[in-house]
């Protein structure tokens, strides 16, 4: 387990931190007027962290064990010569979010809203938001591969796994913590958030791209020139 490999996996954190799923939905629900949002925004939270765990434990065994059936395959030089072509196509496809270029194309804007619900409604939102991300999980994939090919043990890799999944939640819990503190400030810092995020819910997909085919390419750039 190396620096680098721990500091790329903070940065894939922190990129998936600030995804719809993870920081948009919460803080609609932080917006609820009434004073159940508390109990339901940590429902929500918590369904999301442990069906992204799961999601993890599961691609974890599943990429350890195609490692092993692969073997060096997976580590020689035309592998990670698709690992720079899937890097560079993920930061070149970013682009097609572009909400200017979409305008452009005379393509509708696109916002989000969400009612309120009960325990068993925040459950089956965090389930769907994780469902619906799955497609889109690219930085997590990425952390997925980057621990799979260092060869961690299981021993080492869960308690990574399970960082990876609380700094993902951790500004949600800030937001939280801060309108505990100071509602009446944060409000309409929240207010304006909700609206940017509603407006650029789609170009939040492509900055996402963009940061996680550079640190893939990167990743392969090094090992192919560098090494």
């Known amino acids: 387990m190396t620096i680098g490999l721990l500091l790329t996996l903070a940065a894939l954190a922190v990129v998936d931190s600030a995804s719809f799923g ?36 599961a691609l974890m065994l599943g990429l350890s064990a195609a490692l092993e059936n692969l073997g060096d395959a997976l580590q020689s030089r035309p592998a990670y010569w698709v690992q720079l072509v899937a890097g560079v196509g993920l930061f070149a496809l970013s682009f097609r979010f572009d909400p ?39 930085p997590y994939l990425a952390a997925m591969g980057f621990m ?7 021993a080492r890799w869960v308690p990574l ?10 500004p949600a819990l800030a937001l939280l913590a801060l309108r505990g503190v100071a ?31 550079f640190l893939i390419a990167r990743d392969a750039a090094y090992y192919l020139f560098f090494r």
């Open 22 to 57: 993870t920081l948009g939905v919460p803080v609609f629900l932080l917006l609820a007027p009434d004073r159940d949002r508390v109990p339901r925004l940590m429902i929500y939270l918590a369904t999301v962290a442990l069906f992204y765990f799961a999601v993890g434990v």
């Open 161 to 170: 796994l399970a960082a990876y999944v609380i700094i993902m939640i951790t």
């Open 148 to 154: 799979t090919a260092s060869g961690l043990p299981v």
């Open 183 to 213: 509602g009446a400030w944060l409000e309409p810092i929240l207010q304006r958030l909700r609206a940017w995020m509603s407006r650029n819910a789609v170009s939040a997909v492509g900055w996402t791209l963009a940061i996680v085919g």
């Open 100 to 138: 200017k270029r979409q305008r452009e194309r005379g393509g509708p804007e696109r916002r989000f809203d969400i009612r309120r619900g009960g325990p068993w409604a925040m459950v089956l939102l965090g389930l769907t938001a994780g469902l619906l991300e799955v497609a889109t999980m690219v």
